[in-house]
C-alpha cells in the first residue's frame, strides 16, 4: 500500500489503496496526509474542511484530526463547515460526534476551530458567484434543458484561502457517483442550481444515472466549481465497512476521478434475477425519510416488475423536517406524473419533486385517463403513521409485524433482505432497457 500517482498531466491525484479484504490503516492515511499537505505550504493560510453531516459513513475524524495535526499548528485557520444541502443543520455535540472528539478535546487542543453549518435557505448566508449560460447548459445537459442557471455557495467559504474536501464516494442517485465537487454543489450550494440539477437527474432516471461515472449531473457540478474564487483540493474516501479501501487526493476532479473508480469496483453488488421481495432495512444515520429514501434508490435496479420493495425503519418518524409540508402536498410519484402535468407542478422545488421520483421509482401516467401505473409497489414499515403514507401515495405496513429474519436466506425464492440499505447498489447482471444508462 505504497502512496502512488493516479491520473496524468496537471490532472493527478495521490492515492493508497487497500487489496480487496484489507483496509487502509490510519498510519498509511496519516502518511498520504502528510504527502498532500507540505506544512511549508500551509504557513499562515486560512483552510476550510468541507465534510458530510452523519448520514454518510466515513472515518471523517479520523481524517480530520490527521489533518489538524498535520496543519493546524501552522495554518491561520482551520475551520470546518458541513456540507448540508438541504438537511437539518447539526448541533455542536453531533458535530463533535461527526468529527470523533471528546467534549475535553474540543474544549483544548481544538478549541480554536470553528463549525460551520450551511444554511442554503437563508440568502444572507449565499453569495452568486457567476451564471451557467442557457447554451452552456443545452450542451450539458444532453439537449434536455435550455435555461441560465444561477449558482450561489455559502459566503463564508469565500472568507479562506483554500478549501478542502473530505468525503466519501458512493453510487448517488442523482449525480452517478458522490464526492468531489457535489461537497460544494449541494453540499454549500444556494437552492437555484440544487434543485436545478436533482431535477435534470430525475429527469434522466434514477435507474439511468446511479453508478455511471460521467453523467449530465456531474458535468453541471463541475461546471459550476470553476466558477468558485478560492482554490480546491479533495480527500476522496471509498468505504469499505467501516474502514478504507482507498483514499485519494488532489483536485476535486481529479480525486473523485480515482475514487469513483475504485467505488464502481467495491460499492456494486450484481444479481442474476430481480426479487418480487425486497426488505430494505434503513440504518439508523438516516432519520428522516428525506435520506431513508436511499433504501430505495440502491435497489430499485433489482426490484421485479410488479414487486414490493419495504422501506423498513421503525426509527424514522419524519418525511422531512425541512422539506415535509410539500411532499405531503404533491406525494410520492413516478417522473411521467410530473411531466405530464408540469403547469401544475412547476413552481414547487424541483429538488422536493426529484425526490418524489426518485423514492415512487419508475412508472407511467396516462394524462387523459389521469391513472398513473408505476412499476413496483413501495411499502413505508417506519413510525409515519399509515394515515400519512397512504396520503403520501406509499404502501404502509405496521413495523411491528415485520421480522428481518423471516426475509433472510430466500433469495432463491425471490426474497432479499439488506441489513444496512442504502449505500451498495444492486444492479441486475443483464439489466432490463428501464434500467439501461
Same mark, same amino acid.
Given at each position: ?18 487489496l ?27 483552510v476550510?474542511l468541507?465534510?458530510?453531516?452523519h ?10 484530526k490527521?489533518?489538524?495535526d ?10 470546518v ?7 437539518? !443543520?447539526?448541533?455542536e455535540s453531533?458535530?463533535q ?5 471528546t467534549?475535553?478535546e474540543? $474544549?483544548?487542543?481544538?478549541?480554536k476551530?470553528k463549525?460551520?453549518?450551511?444554511a442554503?435557505d437563508d !440568502?444572507s448566508?449565499?453569495r452568486?458567484?457567476g ?8 450542451e450539458?445537459?444532453?439537449g ?10 455559502n ?7 483554500e478549501?478542502?474536501?473530505v468525503?466519501p ?9 458522490s ?5 460544494f ?7 437555484d442550481?440544487? %434543485? ?8 434522466v432516471?434514477?435507474p ?8 449530465p449531473?456531474?458535468?453541471v ?12 483540493r479533495?480527500f476522496?474516501?471509498v ?17 473523485w476521478?480515482a475514487? $469513483?473508480?475504485? $467505488?464502481?469496483r ?11 421481495t425486497?426488505? $430494505?432495512?434503513a440504518p ?9 429514501g436511499?433504501c430505495?434508490?440502491?435497489l ?18 419524519e418525511?422531512s423536517?425541512?422539506h ?6 404533491i ?6 406524473y410530473?411531466?405530464k402535468q408540469?403547469?401544475k ?11 418524489s421520483?426518485?423514492v415512487r421509482?419508475?412508472?407511467?401516467y396516462d394524462?387523459?385517463?389521469g391513472?398513473?401505473?408505476c ?12 394515515a400519512?403514507?397512504?396520503?403520501? %401515495?406509499?404502501?404502509?405496513r405496521?413495523?411491528?409485524s415485520?421480522?428481518q429474519?423471516?426475509y ?7 426474497v432479499?433482505l ?15 432497457t428501464?434500467?439501461?444508462?
Open positions: 500500500m505504497a502512496i502512488e500517482t493516479a491520473g496524468a498531466g496537471l490532472e493527478k491525484a495521490l492515492r493508497v489503496e487497500a480487496p479484504g484489507a483496509v487502509v490503516g490510519d498510519a498509511k492515511a496519516r502518511g498520504l496526509v502528510g504527502v498532500a499537505l507540505p506544512v511549508g505550504r500551509y504557513t499562515g493560510r486560512r476550510l468541507v465534510v458530510p453531516d448520514t454518510r459513513t466515513a472515518p471523517v475524524g479520523m481524517m480530520f490527521a489533518i489538524f498535520q496543519i493546524g499548528g501552522v495554518a491561520k485557520a482551520l475551520d463547515m458541513i456540507a448540508l444541502g438541504t438537511h437539518p !443543520p447539526m448541533e453531533a458535530i460526534k461527526r468529527l470523533e472528539l467534549s475535553a474540543r $474544549s483544548g487542543g481544538y478549541g476551530v463549525f460551520l453549518n450551511h442554503w !440568502p448566508e449565499l452568486e458567484i451564471r451557467i449560460p442557457a447554451g452552456d447548459i443545452r450539458l445537459s444532453g434536455l434543458f435550455e435555461m441560465e442557471v444561477r449558482v450561489e455557495i459566503r463564508h467559504a469565500l472568507e479562506y484561502d478549501l478542502i474536501v468525503g464516494v458512493f453510487p448517488h442517485e442523482v449525480v452517478g457517483f464526492g468531489g465537487n457535489k461537497y454543489f449541494p453540499g454549500i450550494s444556494g437552492p442550481l440544487l %434543485n436545478f440539477f436533482h431535477w435534470l437527474g430525475a429527469v432516471t434514477n439511468k444515472i446511479i453508478g455511471t461515472k460521467w453523467t449531473v456531474r458535468k457540478v463541475d461546471r459550476a466549481a470553476a466558477l468558485i474564487p478560492v482554490e480546491r479533495c476522496a474516501m468505504v469499505e465497512g467501516t474502514g478504507l479501501a482507498g483514499l485519494y487526493f488532489g483536485t476535486p476532479e481529479a480525486a476521478d475514487a $469513483s473508480d475504485m $467505488s464502481d467495491r460499492h456494486i453488488i450484481y444479481k442474476d434475477r430481480p426479487f418480487h425486497i426488505l $430494505s432495512c439508523p444515520m438516516y432519520d428522516e425519510l428525506w435520506v431513508g436511499k430505495m434508490y440502491k430499485e435496479p433489482v426490484l421485479a416488475d410488479g414487486g414490493e420493495l419495504i422501506i423498513y425503519a421503525p426509527h424514522i418518524h418525511i423536517v425541512t415535509g409540508r410539500l411532499i405531503e402536498e406525494g410520492y410519484h413516478c417522473r411521467d410530473f411531466l408540469w403547469d407542478f412547476k413552481g414547487y422545488p424541483w429538488g422536493v419533486v426529484a425526490h421520483t426518485h421509482g419508475i412508472g407511467e394524462a387523459v385517463a391513472i398513473e401505473r412499476r413496483a409497489k413501495v411499502t413505508l414499515a417506519t413510525g409515519i403513521p399509515e400519512t403514507c397512504r396520503k403520501i %401515495n406509499m404502501g404502509y405496521d413495523p411491528a415485520i421480522r429474519e423471516d433472510a436466506g430466500r433469495e432463491g425464492e425471490g432479499l439488506v441489513p444496512k440499505a442504502g449505500e451498495m447498489l444492486y444492479r441486475l447482471k443483464s439489466p432490463p428501464w434500467a439501461k444508462g
